[in-house]
């Protein structure tokens, strides 16, 4: 019986706005079943709530579970000082971030035996420098502990995207653009275009400094295989 994975987490796993690395995956993978739950906006909050609604109900259907969670509740604070929205998703702030996933992961535990796959968060633009890119690093410092703690596996994909990303020079941010986003969304449906957006916007591994274009996908997709390929 093909093992099945279940992927959750925000837009980056949703991949409707840039490239998807869960579908690269599941052609490294043909033989496991991967199944999508990402969503656009969601926080870790969110995240977790959804994820222990799908194990009460098929808590036995999942062999892996990959978590991706977090560039949210850093981005969308940010969104909301810049832009003065009055309305964001409920976000965990910063000194509580650890906390929330060491006490998500022990929920988890008690509704699944299925391996669990936590991925660091990769940028939130491509100024690696940026104080919100600083804050990133201290969330994926408490991700690896806290995963460490529980035995999760680590897919830890912000080295990587922090070599390539010291060589960028572009200061496009999509919180500066952020009506592109709604365009990118129907420019993603064709490769080629997410592409020539990067491109254009001189970004390296995103199409706005979040979303992945094809290298930015391929990272996710290699360093989560990499601990695929142990199972």
Not at 27 to 36: G, K, M, S, V
Not at 82 to 97: A, M
Not at 120 to 136: A, F
Request: proline share 3%.
């Amino acid at each position: 019986m093909a093992k099945k994975i279940l992927f959750i987490g925000d837009s980056i796993t949703e991949g409707k706005i840039g490239l998807d690395y869960v579908e690269i995956i599941q052609q490294y993978f043909p033989e496991f079943q991967c199944i999508n739950y990402g969503r656009g906006g969601d926080t870790l909050s969110g995240i977790f709530r959804k994820l222990l609604k799908i194990l009460k109900t098929n808590a036995k259907k999942y062999d892996i579970i990959v978590i991706e969670a977090g560039h949210n509740d850093l981005f969308l604070p940010y969104v909301k000082q810049k832009w003065n929205f009055t309305s964001i998703r409920k976000v965990t702030p910063l000194h509580k971030i650890k906390n929330f996933y060491d006490n998500g992961l022990r929920t988890v535990s008690l509704h699944t035996k299925a391996k669990i796959i936590l991925t660091t968060l990769s940028c939130l633009g491509e100024d690696i420098n940026s104080p919100i890119n600083q804050k990133r690093r201290l969330v994926n410092r408490q991700i690896k502990e806290v995963g460490h703690k529980h035995k999760a596996y680590i897919a830890d994909v912000s080295p990587f995207f922090d070599k390539i990303l010291r060589k960028s020079i572009s200061s496009y941010n999509f919180v500066d653009h952020p009506l592109n986003l709604v365009f990118d969304y129907f420019r993603s449906k064709r490769m080629n275009w997410v592409e020539k957006i990067s491109r254009k916007r001189r970004l390296l591994l995103t199409i706005d400094g979040g979303h992945l274009n094809s290298k930015g996908a391929i990272i996710y997709a290699k360093v989560i295989s990499r601990i695929l390929d142990q199972f």
